[in-house]
């Protein structure tokens, strides 16, 4: 089956610190990648995504590359802000799956000054 | 435009009881998910809606839980016998689409079964 395994958190960051959030699947198939994050009190908002492999998924200063030799899709960011503390789940969809999506069990980032 | 909405943001039942919970989509959206997170996990898909249609059910549970979309925009989700293994937070994703991938999640109903 289709899994999603993320670093355990909660990761907590000073201010411009560099963050990586790693993240690994496994897949049926050929799957396109995701990274969501939830801000508090907030509903899961799509942050980047990856379709194939190589591709480099990029917003708001984050960045992830999927990388189907190592079956990754790490989310990193150079200098996070204290706005960047929210939940983030990096989740996994297979083609003629109806486009539903198999999530990690997300990992909190606290960014402090 | 307005984003996919979800009614009621919390839910408080007693083990027994039946509830149901309600998700307008953006409008538009013919692809329509629920998912449920419990605490501390990852939202887990429960059923697809394409239209009007169940296109995938395979989440659901068991048989306590049936969901509808009659005209293919709102859907409803039905618990039945809720048990206290059934609270969670139940969320809400349409998609507009054809080839269109990303799912605009709502801010989830909070059901917690006393």
């Known amino acids: 089956g289709n899994s999603v395994t993320q670093m355990e958190g909660p990761v907590t960051l000073s201010e411009e610190a560099f963050l990586t959030i790693n993240c690994t699947y496994t897949?049926?198939?050929?799957?396109?990648l995701f990274w969501y994050v939830q801000y508090p009190g907030e509903g899961l908002q799509l942050l980047l995504k990856?379709?194939?492999?190589?591709d480099k998924g990029s917003n708001k200063g984050f960045e992830a590359t999927y990388r189907k030799e190592t079956t990754s899709f790490h989310l990193e960011k150079g200098s996070v802000q204290v706005s960047d503390s929210a939940v983030y789940f990096c989740?996994?969809?297979?083609?003629?799956?109806?486009?539903?999506?198999?999530f990690g069990t997300g990992t909190q980032l606290k960014v402090e000054l | 435009g307005a984003g996919v909405s979800q009614t009621p943001s919390n839910k408080v039942t007693e083990k027994g009881k039946y509830v149901e919970l309600r998700c307008d989509p953006i409008?538009?959206?013919?692809?329509l998910y629920w998912y449920r997170q419990s605490l501390g996990q990852g939202p887990e898909f429960l059923i697809y809606f394409q239209g009007t249609g169940a296109a995938d059910d395979s989440g659901l549970p068991n048989d306590r839980f049936f969901a509808v979309r009659p005209e293919g925009s709102v859907s409803t989700l039905k618990i039945q016998r809720t048990e206290r293994g059934d609270s969670a937070v139940y969320l809400c994703?349409?998609?507009?689409?054809?080839?269109?991938?990303?799912?605009?999640f709502g801010p989830g109903t909070r059901l917690l079964v006393l």
């Open positions: 994703a349409s998609r507009l689409g054809g080839g269109a991938e990303t799912q605009y």
């Open positions: 989740a996994l969809k297979v083609t003629g799956g109806g486009n539903k999506l198999t």
């Open positions: 409008s538009g959206h013919t692809a």
């Open positions: 990856a379709t194939k492999a190589d």
């Open positions: 897949a049926t198939g050929y799957p396109s």
